[in-house]
């Protein structure tokens, strides 16, 4: 079955049924605001890119996938509020995990687990020794390359930023030659977002 159909199957929560999973998953206030206030910011970013997708891009999707993406951050909070850096990297299959206890769709779920820098493959997994299970997190559908991308423009540092494409373009030669290779795809496939109005309504500076 085209991967269209099985996505015609898929229920697409709204924003106001996400808002709400966000507040019963948040541990605190604080964790809520940082979380979901980026989630809805990668939101925008992605609409802005939306156009330059092309036809054929669920735009239902991208936003669900965009206010869900970051759910699994709530579970890397312990008992005093304080989030575990370290294990950061596990954020996206604690969402993943969340999102399927709730009944949603694989879909739906593989926002969480594949929009993690540029994607992560089974060989790095297995070389680096990551702390995740087997597998591929790489975003596949145009709906979840999308997401990863937009997530890349917002960064939940302390404070949060917005990251310019050039920034991010420096920033992932770290990971290697083919981070960067992939980013640059990307930028490509998606443009640039305009970040200018986003600046003045969330008043997070610009790196
Ligand atoms: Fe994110």
Redesign the pocket.
């Known amino acids: 079955m085209p991967v269209t159909d099985l996505l015609s199957h898929v229920r697409v929560p709204g924003d106001r049924e996400i808002r709400v999973l966000h507040e019963k998953h948040a541990p605190t206030g604080e964790a809520f605001e940082l ?1 979901h206030t ?2 809805e910011i ?1 939101c925008r970013i992605a609409e802005q890119l939306l156009g330059r997708a092309g036809d054929g891009v669920d735009a239902d999707l991208v936003r669900a996938g965009c206010l869900l ?2 759910i699994g ?1 709530y579970r890397l909070y312990d008992g005093a509020g304080e989030l575990d850096h370290a294990s950061y990297i596990r954020h996206g299959v604690l969402g993943h995990e969340l999102l399927a206890k709730e009944g949603f769709a694989e879909a739906i779920c593989r926002f969480c687990s594949c ?1 993690t820098g540029v994607g992560i493959g089974p060989d790095e997994v297995r070389l680096q020794r990551l702390p995740l299970p087997a597998g591929d997190y790489r975003a596949r559908s145009r709906e979840e390359r999308l997401v990863m991308y937009a ?1 890349k423009f ?3 540092s302390s404070p949060p930023t917005f990251v310019r494409a050039d920034t991010y373009a420096v920033d992932v030669r770290r990971f290697g030659a083919g981070k960067a290779a992939a980013f640059a795809e990307l930028r490509e496939e998606f443009g640039e977002p305009d970040l200018a109005p986003l600046l003045t309504t969330y008043g997070h500076a610009v790196r």
């Open positions: 979380v980026h989630c990668v993406h970051d951050v929009h997530d917002h960064s939940k």
